[in-house]
Nanobody
Framework: QVQVVESGGGLVQPGGSLRLSCAAS????????MGWYRQKSGNQRELVAT???????NYVDSVKGRFTISRDNAKNTVALQMNSLKPEDTAVYYC???????????????WGQGTQVTVSS
């Protein structure tokens, strides 16, 4: 069984910073891409940032230059440093991990439970 757990959400003023963390645990062969997604009230879940196991990153345009995704392969963790936060960043943020359970060719996606980020004065 694989578990993905996020932490680090909260309330922050516009212009402030937050750091989200996510850890994957359990029995598996390897972890591939990891990423952060968010779901604003009344909207569909959207990609925020992803990172491959080799460190290649991808960001949605609205967060480029403000958010930084990083990972520690040895600890099976991924983080999202969010700076210069705006009210429109308010959402529930979800971590996703692509996990190979037994062999590299059989991969499954696992989601965390989500963490609320609220940007408001």
């Amino acid at each position: 069984q694989v578990q993905v757990v996020e932490s680090g959400g909260g309330l922050v003023q516009p212009g402030g910073s937050l750091r989200l963390s996510c850890a994957a645990s359990g029995n598996f062969f390897s972890i591939g891409d990891m990423g952060w997604y968010r779901q604003k009230s009344g909207n569909q879940r959207e990609l925020v940032a992803t990172i491959t196991s080799s460190g290649n990153t991808n960001y949605v345009d609205s967060v480029k230059g403000r958010f930084t995704i990083s990972r520690d392969n040895a600890k099976n963790t991924v983080a999202l440093q969010m700076n210069s936060l705006k009210p429109e960043d308010t959402a529930v943020y979800y971590c996703k991990a692509i996990v190979a359970l037994t062999t590299p060719s059989r991969q499954y996606q696992y989601w965390g439970q989500g963490t609320q980020v609220t940007v408001s004065s």
